[in-house]
């Protein structure tokens, strides 16, 4: 799902930490390219807000919500925690 307004954001923020069906989890793809989990752009939605809202690219314009589907090492770039697959492991 692409995230281009704070409406967006907001959306992706109601449909939760998994995928449904299937309960895969999801994480967001700032727009430096670096995934953010779900936990911390939960944690973090002020300022995730302003920058989708103002056009501020500075790593908190968050450009989409994806499915980690087979990434064992994929981390979040703000906490350094794993954030799950879906397959893996």
Known sequence: ML????SDFRKA???????????YP????ANDGEPISFEAAKAEKRQIIESIGRGIRDGWHLVAFDINWEDDELT???????????YGE
């Open 13 to 23: 923020m109601r449909h939760g930490p998994y995928a449904w069906p299937g309960g």
């Open 26 to 29: 999801c994480y967001f793809i």
């Open 76 to 86: 979040c770039a703000h906490t350094g925690e794993r954030i799950p697959s879906a």
């Open 3 to 6: 995230i281009k307004t704070v």
